[in-house]
């Protein structure tokens, strides 16, 4: 008896999962090599505080002043920022980022729940009469119609939605703090604005002071000339003095005109739209910086938080990649009518439903995989070393103003004495002169210490300000010193920052 050849055997169902297991254990080793993750890591903030020569635990926290730059007391500057707050261009596109963001985070976070859908289709369609149907099929000419309820559902059983959800709503804090910065930066630029425009105001009117003395000079000089006391040289180098100082009073008109359009650019109006302010230099600006700075309070810079959100967020980043690995389960039901008769389509008979669940397994996807936890990866180390280098940034940033803090406050010291020494001087070869015990070189070189000196002194004075604001933006907007234990009262808020060594 001839023996037929037996059909080959199809692997069982105990093999099939076998396979499915063993693809999905080499996936995970995949998924868990440590060459693929990131190879930077945050550091503590213990670890920072040591590194940078700060305190890790300065006790109560200090916290971040919203309107920092009111501590001058200036309610015109006050008007100038709240009206760039409110108009400025740039602001308003860092809002447009937010928006966008958080959009992006509703979104990701919606991918976590269930979907509901609805779909409804009716469709003419004629048979081939020369297809795979038979008669009466053949031929026929009739209308699908279809009515669906679509549920779906994802089972997030690696984290991948969750992670990828966390690392969207992270973006969403970094562009809340990113406005945050550009508010704090806005402000300071209004207020560098509006103390150039006071130095040079206060400039403009130093040299007609000058003017006014040259200019009395040069009738003393005539007089003395006509007197037969002095020569033509005399008088021709005063008269040289007057134009000279009315060169310096057109340069500060120019600088007046160039702050000005500046300061109303920033604040969203137009150039002319502060031709009429009068600016004036705080009187006394804020320099008595703490013995020390915490750590807590650098942190809190928005550019720093937000770049501790934005590696967080990388963080979440490679976890979603790691997830893409592991099988993806969906769970899908539909309920709807399907019939090719429009009259008999809601008829209890046409229902139809659908309910399982799917499982979809990357098997050979080329290194994509790879390839996507790498560039996660490699996104994360560059967010960190991002971080690490904005916090060595802005460690030198406070040193710095700190340092150039103390200098100006020794030099201003300096500076008050140069200036009056230089106007009793100036003073006293004025009154030599006209005793006729001095000659008219004396007079001049005294005006001219003078003009040198009091420039000086408002060139000091402005650059004081513009430390306070610097050391603000350091700050991230300046702080507020903790009240004392049982004291309700709120400290004001100031600038402030720890003495150099």
Sequence with gaps: MKRTASAPRRPGRATRWLALCATGALLAACATDPAL?????????????????????AGAPAAVSASWWTSYQDPQLNRWIERGLHDSPDLRQAAARLAAAQAYAATVHAGE?????????SVAERVSGTGIFPPPLAGMVGTINDVDLIGTLELDLFGRLAARSEAARLGAEAAELDRQLAAIRLAGAI???YFELARAQQARRIAQQIEQSRSST?????????????????????????PEIRVEIER???????????????????PDAADEVQAQLPKDTVLAPPPSLPLDLLAR????????????????????????FYPNVNLSALVGLDSLSTQR????????????????????????????????????????DAYNSLILQAAREVADTASAIA??????????????????????????????????????TAQTAVLAQQRAQVDLDARAAALDVNLALALGGGFRDAPAPGDGATAAPRAAVPTAP
């Design 113 to 121: 729940g269930p979907s509901l859908n609805a779909s409804a289709a």
């Design 345 to 384: 389509l809601f008829e209890y008979n046409s229902r139809t439903w659908q309910i399982g669940p799917a499982v979809h397994l990357p098997i050979f996807e080329g290194g994509s995989l790879r390839a996507q936890l790498r560039a996660a990866s490699a996104q994360t180390d560059e967010a960190i």
């Design 407 to 444: 200098a100006v406050r020794r030099q201003r010291n300096q500076q008050e004495l140069a200036t009056a020494n230089a106007l009793a001087g100036s003073d006293l070869a004025v009154t030599r002169y006209r005793a006729g015990l001095g000659n008219f070189l004396t007079v001049l």
């Design 37 to 57: 993750g990131p190879h930077e890591q945050m550091p503590s903030t213990a670890d920072a505080a040591q590194r940078l020569h700060l305190q890790a635990d």
């Design 218 to 242: 040069l009738e003393l000089v005539r007089e003395r000339v006509r007197a037969g006391l002095d020569t033509q040289v005399e008088r021709r180098l005063a008269e040289v003095t007057v």
């Design 191 to 193: 207020s560098h604005a």
């Design 301 to 324: 810079r928005a550019d720093i938080a937000a770049a501790q959100r934005r590696v967080q967020a990388g963080l979440k980043g490679v976890a979603a990649a790691r997830a893409d």
């Design 252 to 270: 500060s008109e120019e600088q007046i005109a160039l702050a000005r359009h500046s300061l109303a650019v920033l604040a969203g109006q137009a």
